[in-house]
């Protein structure tokens, strides 16, 4: 990959929308270039709109980001977004929907060569003349992974991408993540209230959670996850953490009383 | 061009069964056309109505090969459909442009769509006397009664349909990079393509009415003035000729505009 993967810091980051309702607050974080952090809380508690501050899609009232220790102002083409639903255009097929990522003064020829190349490394080699329509959710959201990566960006921001999938789906979207993360080495922010899709991709956690009566969240805890990918899903170590991350999202662990194994 | 190589890709052997349901769907088109026909040349046969009243089907063929003898039928026919052309153009450009700013940008939509919705309440004759005291009686007021025609159907169908384009696929387009006029041309537009094209027929539709009306009320040439002359001088004939004429003029316009939206659908 060419570009190279790059930092993000959030400096006081404070989000207050036109109607008044404080989203995020006092939000300070350093990310790694390289490192894949997942940002967790319950929903509603503002983690899409912290991606959208990052992606440049608006402008945080308060505080500053920077990529790559430069600060955001406006769409940023260091950054790739990929969107909870696939939001592909339906009248292109899959290769002219991917091709919409290519950064500007791309060639044509390469240009179909890189979209070529990155359907064929998200698994859609034959379906690049597929319309939208004509494949399924997860081959769908493969297509806009892609169009993040032909992008080669800095950070790639993850904005709950597999929530939509089924469950099966989803574990092979993680792996693949997992797989492309490591081979172009980027940057990953990944939005996602599956704490078991954190634990299972994140080199860092970041809990996300309101203090009341102090409206807006801010960063509750961060959790190193100091395992190297691929990980087991059956890891014993990853159980503790996730019965934690649980316990701090208000799932805590059931009373002995209902324990039925011996 | 990517859509309609997949097309020739997948398609190769579906392309001989469309073929034939198009030829099918072009015949059941037909079908009524021909029973008129038959019905109106029994009922000049079977002698329900004067002559004058309903000529037969040969009698209006003759008054075409009179038309044509005297070199009157295409000099009608040319000079409305270029009425109706520049017209079109005019009316349905403007229509594009403002139905854009209107559609797209909150402010504009603000200050000009209520009174240009005030001004599509006037019926299109009411025009036609000050456009007459305007721009005298040459072709300056049928050519922009066409367009005030033309460009009420276009307006409004791409001002709604700007207006709704899907916002997560706006937000996806400005993500990737696009805004102003590459977000429009490459998002927006193509999103809103199937209405702005239905908006170009209706308006393509009410130019050939506004058509009519205009050339009704003082001209010396088009098929208007040919149905309102052929009313005076009591030539059926020609009268029934007239609303066959518009009536094919109109479908092959709207046809060859069809076509179009379907090129440039598979373009995209």
Known sequence: ?262 | MTGRAALGASGASRSGGRRSARLGRLAAGLVVPLIALAAWQAAAGAGVFTPSQLPAPSAVLAAVAELVRRGELWQHVAISGQRVLLGFAAGASVGLVSGAAVGLYAPVRALLAPSIAALRAVPSLAWVPLLVLWLGIAEGPKIVLVAIGAFFPVYTTVSAALAHVDPHLVEAGRAYGLRGLGLLTRIQLPYAAPAVFAGLRLGLAQGWLFLVAAELIASSMGLGFLLIDSQNTGRTDILLLSILLLALLGKTADALLGLLSRFLAGAT
Request: contains cysteine; hydrophobic residues 45%; proline residues 7%.
């Open chain 1, 1 to 262: 990959m060419a570009a190279t993967a790059a930092g993000v810091g959030l400096r006081g980051i404070g989000h207050t929308f036109g109607n008044g309702h404080t989203v995020l607050r006092d939000i300070e974080l350093d990310i790694l270039p390289g490192e894949l952090v997942a940002i967790l809380g319950p929903s509603g508690c503002g983690k899409s709109t912290l991606l959208k501050l990052v992606a440049g899609l608006e402008t945080p009232t308060a505080g500053e980001v920077l990529v790559d220790g430069r600060a955001v102002r406006g769409i940023d083409d260091r950054c790739a977004v990929v969107f909870q639903e696939p939001r592909l255009l339906p009248w292109r097929d899959l290769a002219g929907n991917v091709a919409l990522g290519l950064p500007k003064g791309v060639g044509r020829g390469s240009g179909r060569q890189i979209v070529g190349h990155w359907l064929d490394v998200v698994g859609l080699e034959g379906f690049h003349r597929h319309r939208p329509r004509q494949v399924s959710g997860g081959m769908a959201q493969r297509a806009a992974l892609a169009r993040a990566l032909v992008r080669e960006p800095g950070v790639l921001l993850l904005d709950e991408p597999f929530a939509a999938l089924d469950a099966l789906t989803r574990l092979r979207m993680q792996d693949l993540l997992a797989e492309v993360q490591r081979g172009a080495g980027t940057t990953v922010l990944l939005v996602t209230h599956d704490v078991d899709e954190a634990l299972h991709l994140a080199d860092r956690v970041v809990l996300l959670d309101t203090q009341p009566p102090v409206a807006g969240a801010t960063v509750a805890t961060v959790l190193d996850v100091p395992w190297l990918r691929p990980r087991d899903r059956a890891y014993p170590e990853l159980a503790v953490l996730r019965a934690d991350l649980l316990e701090r999202l208000g799932v805590p662990r059931p009373t002995p009383a209902e324990e039925t194994t011996p």
